[in-house]
């Protein structure tokens, strides 16, 4: 890494960098507008934003107006230093920046209370920064966009304009970052969803999605899919209820910890909650009958409607919503089981993700500071989830102190066909809950004992998946998942009975097919069945009426020329039944 400390490949190198960005970027937003009041402008994932406090709305007219700014303060190679004061001096030099004043006051009083100067701007900061802005590339910077933001996250507060920006050590590497950008615009799944009539979004229920007749078709698709790999891997299916009393939330220790994500009732005078999560549910089924080590493990999944509360503005499509699908199991096993089960996780993982094209990488995430139970016992699950997956050759990355309340977990972050990640899949090792809901097994030696469980998300939430594998896909779904398969376009009026027919053969084999019997060009037809991305069409006129062949043409890969009907629907039902991901034919 030594060789790479001053570049991109250096993680922190990079942080470094796009924070230095932030700040040049106030400086230039108070050289221009000195009235305008800082919040705070950490890096982020992907470049940098800054929260503003101003008198009037940024536009894009002013974005290109900092920009030109930056470059000019880059151009002066600004020395940055840094220095401390104690609190009432630091309140004095932050006088007119209420938001930063705010925020030194919040500090602890054995603080030490560090800023970064550079030239005439001076910012609260715990750093660090580059030494000089002479350090950035002036051509390879660009400010992305401007949205709203509440101070610290609080609807309540103040609102202010969060400009964000992105930086780069060289001009194509800025290039190709925008290309991606907008590649992804393209690919947004709530542009998608809406042209492909997959689902839609109301004012009367924000953060709730309604899916379409389509989109039906395709989260039923997937979640047939999901049943039969399960069926597969040893699992039994179950459902529970969406609200339960609030005495089961205060017992599973969730109540603590999600109370302000939770929607509540009374009912007959009693407190209950909608469930955020299926867990307490899953320790209520399992604990509705006796069980004996030779049960065990024992896999149960659930597909359980959850509901979860969300600042209106966090929400974003399928991404963030408010009520979604989550593939939930929850595994108990005794404790020499536990790897065995970890390792069958993982290859369920493989499997699906594979189906998809979808690469990953994991995450092993440790006990936190508000845990529940002994840190002995932590330590050694942490030790069997590590133990797992390197006996299974696969390379992972620690999160320290990132875990559930109640155990360790890996994480599983899987890459799309832009290159950019999304956490779907989770396995937490749990000691605790068995506990807390006094969960019991039949040992070999006719004892009691407490079963180990397993909490595991693959998908995570179904709707945000299908907004993944959308973006994925552009919204070219593989011919499997897509909601419709084939579409049948006569030429001519007269070959409208032909194209009914094939379409009726194509439908008793299962095959999700349409018919466009309109009378437009066949031209028209063709494009508008491309735009809605359907994988086949089938153009017929007289010849192919009086042969029994039909023409075809694929969204990929274009004219495919003239086939007999049992030619291509064989190679149709083969790449179906194969779920292969790009059109082979």
């Known amino acids: 890494m030594e060789d790479n400390k001053y570049t991109f490949e250096n993680p922190e190198y990079k942080k470094t960098y ?16 000195p009235e305008v009041k800082l919040a705070i402008g950490p890096a982020i994932d992907e470049g940098w934003y800054y929260d503003l406090y101003a008198p009037f709305a940024f536009t894009p007219e002013h974005l290109e107006k900092i920009e030109d700014e930056m470059r ?6 600004l020395k940055l230093e840094r220095f401390e004061l104690p609190r009432d001096e630091a309140l004095k030099l932050m006088a007119d920046e209420p ?17 970064y100067r550079q030239g005439e701007f001076t910012d609260l900061c715990a750093g660090p920064h580059l030494d000089s802005t002479g350090r950035i590339k002036a051509n390879a910077l660009k400010l992305l966009s401007c949205n709203a933001a509440y101070w610290r996250g609080d609807s309540n507060r103040e609102t202010l304009q969060r400009i964000y920006g992105i930086a780069f050590p060289k001009k194509e590497e800025l290039d190709a970052y925008l290309e991606r950008i907008e590649e992804a615009k393209r690919r947004d799944h709530r542009k998608l ?19 379409l007749p389509k989109g039906m078709v395709l989260k039923n698709t ?3 899919y999901w049943r039969e790999c399960h069926k597969r891997y040893g699992y039994v299916e179950i459902s529970t209820p969406i609200i339960l009393n609030q005495e089961l939330w205060h017992r599973s220790g969730h109540w603590d910890h999600y109370k302000d994500n939770m929607y509540t009732t009374v009912i007959d005078g009693e407190d209950y909650a909608v469930k955020p999560m299926n867990c307490p549910g899953g ?3 399992y604990k509705n009958e006796p069980h004996s080590y030779r049960d065990l493990p024992l896999r149960m999944a659930e597909l359980g409607i959850v509901h979860r509360h969300e600042l209106s503005g966090a929400l974003h499509g399928l991404f963030r919503v408010r009520c979604f699908t989550q593939d939930d199991a929850h595994i108990f096993m005794t404790p020499d089981q536990m790897k065995d089960e970890i ?3 993982v290859r369920l993982f493989d499997e699906i993700y594979s189906t998809f094209g979808l690469s990953y990488k994991i995450e092993l995430s440790t006990m936190p500071e508000d845990h529940m139970g002994d840190e002995e016992v932590w330590h050694f699950a942490e030790k069997t989830l590590q133990e797992a997956i390197t006996e299974m050759g696969k390379e992972f990355a ?25 956490q779907c899949g989770t396995i937490q090792l749990d000691f605790q809950m068995p506990e807390r809901f006094e969960l019991e097994y039949v040992g070999e030696d006719g004892a009691k004992h407490r079963p180990v469980m397993i909490h595991r998300a693959l998908l995570g939430s179904i709707e945000r998946f299908i907004g993944v594998i959308t973006e994925h896909f552009a919204g070219a779904f593989p011919t499997w998942l897509t909601p419709v398969q084939v579409k049948v376009m006569p030429i001519t009026d007269r070959a409208n009975d032909y194209a009914v027919s094939v379409a009726e053969k194509l439908e008793a084999m299962g095959v999700r097919v349409e018919t466009d019997l309109r009378n437009e060009k066949i031209g028209y037809k063709i494009r508008e069945a491309q735009s809605m991305k359907i994988p086949y069409m089938l153009v017929v006129g007289d010849k192919e009426a009086a042969d029994g062949t039909v023409s075809v043409r694929a969204r990929s890969g274009g004219d495919k020329g003239v086939m007999s009907f049992d030619d291509f629907a064989g190679k149709l039902m083969g790449e179906i039944e194969r779920r292969d991901i790009d059109l082979s034919m």
């Open 99 to 115: 938001f930063k004043v705010e925020l030194i006051n919040d500090l602890p009083e054995d603080a030490h209370i560090s800023f």
């Open 72 to 77: 000019k303060i880059i151009k002066e190679k």
């Open 222 to 224: 997937l979640l047939e």
């Open 398 to 422: 620690i999160n320290e102190g990132d875990g559930a309340f109640y155990g360790p977990k890996l994480d599983f972050h899987l890459a799309d066909s832009l290159g950019r990640t999304w």
């Open 343 to 345: 390792k069958n996780v």
């Open 193 to 211: 969803g809406r042209e492909l009539g997959l689902f839609m979004m109301a004012e009367e229920g924000p953060g709730f999605p309604f899916f």
């Open 283 to 285: 320790m209520l089924v």
């Open 18 to 33: 796009w924070h230095t960005c932030s700040h040049v970027m106030a400086q230039a937003v108070k050289r221009l507008w």
